[in-house]
């Protein structure tokens, strides 16, 4: 009994370690792509696509299995010339990209605006264990219509200049009027009924306040044409700096003393006394003829 026992139970745990890995092992597939089936508004130079598996990819024998194992096709089943490439960094991640090399970019034959492509993964593709996909994985997508992108952004872009433009004319106008409103206040003469009238505040209030700027406007001129004066002073017709007359450094406000004055004065009454000794000497021509009276 026990016998028959234990090999039941043995029975059961191989059952389950083989149903363990019969459902734990995943299928070779696809998990992604860029771009997504159905998609539209992508562009149709260097057109790609993006595929992403769920298991490694790339080694020698599965690179010379899935030579043949992919295609790029129009609407009209024309098949273009396309290469695939894999990533040294993901080994799950291929590039299947139109080779623009051999595709003539005008004509029948050349890859079009607005037109829907697919690109085709066989079932046959493999990956680094040999294991095949199964079945055809298809990836429809549509090229973008440059002409109408174009016009929307031209529209886009008048509208925004046209904004700009109507703004700024209009902020200048507005500034415009301002000016001639504060121009036309400030040649107006002062009326002090008028204001009186306007700001509600008495008369004589407003006249002594029309006085205090008076003075401060004609105070202002005052220094302004006195700072001109100064200013027209300081230079000749020619733009050079006009100077009045030779100043001491003191006039600067300088306490230094070079002694240059005191050495000129020691020259000059060294020179004097030379002098008065040559003119005593009679300028070494020997005693003085002068007759005595």
């Known amino acids: 009994m026990k016998r028959i ?28 792509t860029y771009p997504v089936s159905g998609k539209t508004n992508t562009t149709k130079d260097n057109m790609c696509v993006k595929v992403y598996f769920n298991k490694a990819v790339g080694n020698a024998a599965s690179k010379k299995a ?9 609407s009209s089943g024309k098949t273009y ?22 595709v003539p970019t005008k004509g029948a034959n050349a890859i079009k605006d607005n037109t829907w492509y697919k690109c085709t993964i066989s079932s046959n593709f493999e990956d680094n264990n040999g294991e095949k996909l199964g079945s055809d994985v298809v990836i429809k997508f ?38 001639d409103k504060k121009d036309a206040n400030k040649n107006e003469p002062f009326n002090p009924y008028k204001e009186s009238k306007r700001t509600g505040k008495p008369v004589e209030e407003l006249i002594a306040q029309h006085e205090k700027e008076e003075a401060k406007r004609r105070e202002r001129e005052k220094r302004k044409k006195e700072h ?10 020619d733009g050079s700096y006009r100077v009045h007359g030779p100043k001491p450094i003191s006039a600067a406000g300088s306490t230094f003393k070079s002694g240059k004055k005191a050495k000129a004065e020691a020259k000059a009454k060294a020179e004097a006394e030379a002098k008065a000794q040559r003119k005593a000497n009679n300028y070494g021509k020997g005693k003085s003829t002068k007759k005595k009276k």
């Open 81 to 102: 010339p396309a290469r695939i490439y894999y990533s040294p960094k993901n080994d799950k991640y291929a590039l299947i990209l139109l080779d623009t090399t051999k």
């Open 5 to 32: 026992s234990a090999i039941v139970c043995l029975t059961l745990l191989m059952v389950m370690i083989t149903s363990v890995f019969c459902f734990g092992a995943e299928t070779f597939k696809v998990n992604t």
């Open 228 to 237: 001109e004066k100064v200013y027209d002073n300081m230079f000749s017709d």
């Open 142 to 179: 549509k090229t973008m219509n440059q002409a109408r992108n174009t016009s929307i952004y031209m529209i886009m872009m008048v509208l925004m200049f046209g904004g700009m433009f109507w703004f700024s004319a209009k902020q200048m106008k507005k500034q415009g009027s301002e000016g």
């Open 66 to 74: 899935n030579a043949d194992a992919f295609s790029i096709t129009n």
